[in-house]
Structures are given as C-alpha cells and as structure tokens.
C-alpha cells in the first residue's frame, strides 16, 4: 500500500510537470509565431536619407518615401532615388501622389514637379527630356509645396507654404481664395487637405484655423464655378453651358418614357 500511494504521487507530479513543461512549450512557440520580422532601410540599403518624411504607395505596388534628398522608390528588393540632379526643383520632398489618370505628382519645397513617363536620366540637363517637369505658383510665398490631394472628380489640390491651389485643366496652377491668414501671420501655410461626404474640401494650416471650402451648386465639370443648364422639354434634352468644358447636351430619360407628374421624390 505503501509502494503504491508513492507510486500514485510519482505518477501525478511526473504528469503535472510534463503538463507544465508542455504549456511552456506551448506558449514560446505561440509568442515566437507571432513574433512580427522587422528589417530596417537606410542608407546602406540604398535609401537616399535615413529621415523620412511621408511613404505612399502607387498602383503598381511601388513604394514610394519623401525624404530631405528627393524620393526614393522601393520595387521590393532595391531602391530607385530621383533627386535634384533628375528635374526636381528642390531636394526636399514632402508629398507623393500619383493621380487617377496616372500621373505622379511629387510636392517639393521649391515647386511642384510632374514626373515625365518618357523622359530619361542625363548627365547634362536638357529642359526638353527632363524626368521632370516643374509648376510654380505667381506668388513666390508659396513655391514651398507641402501636401497633395486629388478628389472624386479627378482634381488635384495642392496645399503650399501660402495658400491653396489647383491644377486646372491646362496644367496650370490656380489660387484658391481662402481670405487672409490670421492677425499676427505673415502666410497662409496649407499643411492637409480632405473632402467629405458632402463635398465640402477641409483645409487645415499652420497657425491660421481650419478652412472648410463648400461645394459650388450647378457645377456640372467640377471647376469650381457654377454653370448654366436648361431643360427643353419639347425634346427631352439638357443643355449644359459649362465654363471650363463648354457647351453640351444630354439626353434626359430612354426611349419610350412617359412623363407623369408629380411622380419625382428628390
């Protein structure tokens, strides 16, 4: 009986241990699975500057950093570095983006640079084949360029070192009035830009409030002046007098409708 209670507490403390033992295990393996692997860039690796200011990704899977050199970009395994001596106007970088019709766009404290999809890297700069092209606004405030952003419609706005921008559709850059900075500031520094759901544009600066810029009525081309419509019904047709995109007509309904009225529930 003696041998077999000894025998009882052997057995159990030998599994208790194996148990705990086992948890143990159990438990490293969990905590090393979920152990995330880090790898750190820098200039080594072939990164321009080991300050990085904004990373952005483009509609290949290209990564892109905006650094105090230019930009870096990063296909995965290497890095592709455009600086000053590619087309940019100046060598920091503080904004990327790359527009719904593919363009790239890249902010710089010494202008807006477009990315020229046929141009070639020279030793001897030539204007005609830069990798670069370079936009500046007339107020020389605000060629310090400092955050992109495209809406729904496909136009871009650029928040620079004093005011709002946007790029119309001859390529060039239009100021936005925003009224004056704040008693006290010299300039109206544009640091983030967003639109909401109701397509009002929010405009944050520096020292200077929160902007909110309201969505015009009857803009129909999205040029931010309001436009001309008039329905005919003797045909059905709207014709549309837009300021930036013209004159047109469109067709209202299908073949065969029937109007009836007092149907309509906006």
């Known amino acids: 009986m003696i041998f077999g209670a000894f025998q009882r507490r052997f057995i159990f403390r030998y599994t208790t241990i194996s148990s705990l033992v086992l948890l143990v295990l159990c438990l490293a393996s969990v905590l090393k699975a979920e152990r995330l692997p880090i790898k750190t860039y820098t200039v080594a690796d072939g990164l321009l500057r080991d300050n990085v200011f904004k990373i952005k990704q483009d509609s290949r899977g290209f990564l892109w950093f905006c650094t105090v050199e230019g930009v870096s970009r990063f296909d995965g395994y290497s890095f592709t570095n455009f600086t000053t001596a590619d087309g940019l106007p100046e060598r920091h970088a503080n904004d990327f983006l790359e527009a719904k019709d593919g363009t790239i766009y890249i902010a710089t404290d010494g202008g807006l640079a477009r990315l020229n999809p046929t141009g070639t890297r020279q030793q001897i700069p030539n204007p005609n084949d830069s990798l670069f092209t370079t936009y500046l606004p007339e107020n020389p405030k605000a060629k310090s360029f400092q955050v992109l952003f495209e809406d729904e ?56 409030g929160l902007f909110r810029l309201l969505p015009v009525a009857a803009d129909y081309d999205g040029d931010g002046k309001a436009d001309v419509a008039v329905f005919r019904p003797t045909n059905g047709v709207w014709y549309l007098q837009q300021s930036t995109n013209g004159f047109t007509g469109v067709a209202f309904g299908a073949a065969n409708d029937e109007p009836i009225p007092n149907a309509f529930v906006p």
């Open 153 to 208: 419609s496909g136009q871009v706005w650029a928040g620079t070192s004093d005011g709002l921008y946007k790029l119309n559709a001859q390529a060039e850059l239009e100021a936005v009035d925003l009224g004056k900075p704040l008693t006290g500031v010299n300039v109206l520094s544009v640091s983030t830009i967003i639109k909401d759901r109701r397509g009002a544009l929010w405009i944050g600066t520096v020292s200077s």
